[in-house]
Nanobody, 124 residues
Framework: QVQLVESGGGLVQAGGSLRLSCAASVDTFSRVVMGWFRQAPGKEREFVAAISWISRSTRYADSVKGRFTISRDNAKRTVYLQMDSLKPEDTAVYYC?????????????????WGQGTQVTVSS
C-alpha cells in the first residue's frame, strides 16, 4: 500500500522560504516519479514540479522555475520541495503525488497516489 505524508507547510512573508517534505512508503522506487501539485481556493489543482526517483531528472512549472527546487533523499525515502522567493500567489494547499510511468507528467489525473496536502500561506 502506498502512503504519502506531506509536512513543512506554514505561514511565511513574501520573499521568504519554506521546505516541504513528502515521506513515501512504497514497495519499489525504481519506476517512481514524484510530483508536487498545488490548489488554491476556487482554482484547479496545478502542477508545480516532478522528479524521477531513479534518474533524478526534473520538470517545473514556468511559474516556479528558478524559485523552487525538487529533490529526493533515497535513504530517507523522502522528496522535498524547496521554495524560495515566495510570492502571495504561491498560497495554496500543496500535495505530493506518485506515478509509476517514468514520465515527468504534469496532469493531476495521471498520478495514482496522493498525500493529504499541506497548507502554504504567503503574506504580502
Amino acid at each position: 500500500q502506498v502512503q504519502l505524508v506531506e509536512s513543512g507547510g506554514g505561514l511565511v512573508q513574501a520573499g521568504g522560504s519554506l521546505r516541504l517534505s513528502c515521506a513515501a512508503s512504497v514497495d519499489t522506487f525504481s519506476r517512481v516519479v514524484m510530483g508536487w501539485f498545488r490548489q488554491a481556493p476556487g482554482k484547479e489543482r496545478e502542477f508545480v514540479a516532478a522528479i524521477s526517483w531513479i534518474s533524478r531528472s526534473t520538470r517545473y512549472a514556468d511559474s516556479v522555475k528558478g524559485r523552487f527546487t525538487i529533490s529526493r533523499d533515497n535513504a530517507k525515502r523522502t522528496v522535498y520541495l524547496q521554495m524560495d522567493s515566495l510570492k502571495p500567489e504561491d498560497t495554496a494547499v500543496y500535495y505530493c503525488a506518485a506515478d509509476w510511468t517514468l514520465e515527468l507528467r504534469i496532469g493531476p489525473r495521471e498520478y495514482d497516489h496522493w498525500g493529504q496536502g499541506t497548507q502554504v500561506t504567503v503574506s504580502s
